[in-house]
């Protein structure tokens, strides 16, 4: 895969058998495709992308069919690298696919057994991540949530912010009354949310139309 030939020729010369073949052979994602297997992908990829050519996109799809790897494909006709045209419908189809990924809450008695002495609750505590709240002091959070999340459940949001009130770490939060897990009824509003927390902690002062 020749990733954005205009530079990777600066660095590592010509493809061809007399200059630097061998590394560009070496270097190649392709090679380890192989070892992708079990996991589950989501390819993502705009037609008029100038960076990473559709060409480059559809040699990794037909080695992860050689390989029998399992992907799922999202493909945005006449959009660039950044996929700047299609960014909500590119965060709704990462979410939906994430949940697809990790099936809500149901996944984790499936891996991890039930939260129970007789089961498997010392590693629930072991893993928690509000074992690590402490840790967080001197930093800046913004929590946001939908009250109808049935991925991540209000309960556990809430949880949360009791373990950052009992360490004394700083917090902004924004709730979404009857969002779900993707926020997508309030996307426009959480991408100005999101934008007026990082001005603030840049120490920025834009205003957004």
Known sequence: MYYDS????????????????????????????????????????????DNVHTMNSMMLLKSMNEANIKYQTQIYPDNRHSLHQSMAHMYIRMIDFFDHCFNHSVYVERYMGFPTPEDNLKNYILSSTLNNVKHLNGKQ????????????????????????????????????????HSLHQSMAHMYIRMIDFFDHCFNRNIKHK
Do not use: C, W
């Not at 560009?24 to 008029?48: C, P, R």
């Not at 949530?145 to 949001?157: I, K, L, P, Q």
């Open 6 to 49: 205009v530079y990777v020729e600066r660095y590592m010369g010509f493809p061809t058998p007399e200059d630097n073949l061998k590394n560009y052979i070496l270097s190649s994602t392709l090679n380890n495709v192989k070892h992708l297997n079990g996991k589950q992908f989501l390819v993502m990829f705009g037609t008029a992308d």
């Open 141 to 180: 959070f913004l929590v946001m949530f939908g009250t109808a999340d049935d991925n991540v459940h209000t309960m556990n949001s809430m949880m949360l912010l009791k373990a950052m009130n009992e360490a004394n770490i700083k917090y902004q939060t924004q709730i979404y009354p009857d969002n779900r």
